[in-house]
């Protein structure tokens, strides 16, 4: 089934997917991957393989069965655009997207090029918001390009964790920015100014602004648990969204 999620700018996920490959350093610390260990751990249907790519057709009609209007992070434990997902069965997630416009689907990918190349062509529903993770310079930012080129209604980047400045972004064509920094006990630091910088650039381009946690580390470079640190930044919790849901 899907779950409701503690990700504050979500309401549940759905996970016809699961399990992934480390392709830049955002990785290094996987999320998904220490809980998909634990499901497995466990005995939790779909992690029979651990983090392997494993597909879950069954799964595909879970949202359908959902009247209530609901947004949808999917795939929170893979990549929908994995090099091993075959663009068949991307093809019956976006079919189950269409089938239903009650709801909200945030797709979010670091294989950006895959995901835009499948895209090209393609009529992309409107409750469909794409994103993309930008961690860095080297292999976060040139994600955003990839994203450009898709015509989808919401284009979004994800910049969790946020592990250096990432300098000047080009916010042309993107609606929202959500950043965050790591958490676990083996977290990488995130600097204010550094969160401070995209800020003000999303304000400047008149992009929606969505600050996600501190994490391990606090706005005064102390680490101590994620909860204790909060999320406050600036002395105010930053939810703005990029349309009204």
Request: charged letters at 25%; one cysteine or more.
């Amino acid at each position: 089934m899907s779950t409701q999620s503690k990700i504050e700018w979500t309401e549940q996920t759905w996970n016809p997917v699961t399990g992934c490959t480390k392709i830049s350093p955002g990785c290094k610390h996987c999320y998904a991957e220490i809980m998909a260990r634990r499901l497995t751990a466990m005995g939790a249907p779909g992690y029979e393989n651990g983090f392997e790519i494993s597909l879950m057709p069954d799964r595909l009609e879970q949202p359908l069965k959902r009247k209530k209007p609901t947004v949808y992070f999917v795939n929170s434990m893979s990549d929908l655009f994995h090099e091993e997902v075959p663009y068949s069965f991307i093809n019956k997630v976006m079919a189950t997207i269409s089938k239903t416009p009650q709801h909200t689907y945030q797709i979010l990918t670091k294989r950006a090029e895959r995901m835009a190349d499948y895209f090209e062509n393609k009529v992309i529903p409107k409750n469909a918001w794409l994103g993309v993770s930008v961690e860095d310079k080297k292999y976060g930012l040139p994600r955003v390009e990839h994203l450009r080129r898709i015509n989808a209604h919401v284009r979004f980047l994800s910049i969790e964790p946020l592990l250096e400045d990432v300098g000047k972004i080009n916010l042309r064509d993107i609606h929202w920015v959500i950043v965050g920094g790591e958490s676990g006990a083996k977290a990488r630091p995130m600097k204010p100014e550094w969160v401070e910088s995209i800020q003000q650039q999303c304000e400047t381009q008149n992009v929606a602004f969505f600050f996600k946690q501190w994490g391990r580390w606090g706005a005064d470079g102390q680490k101590r648990s994620k909860h204790h640190n909060g999320r406050e930044f600036l002395g105010k919790t930053w939810d703005a969204m990029p349309i009204s849901l």
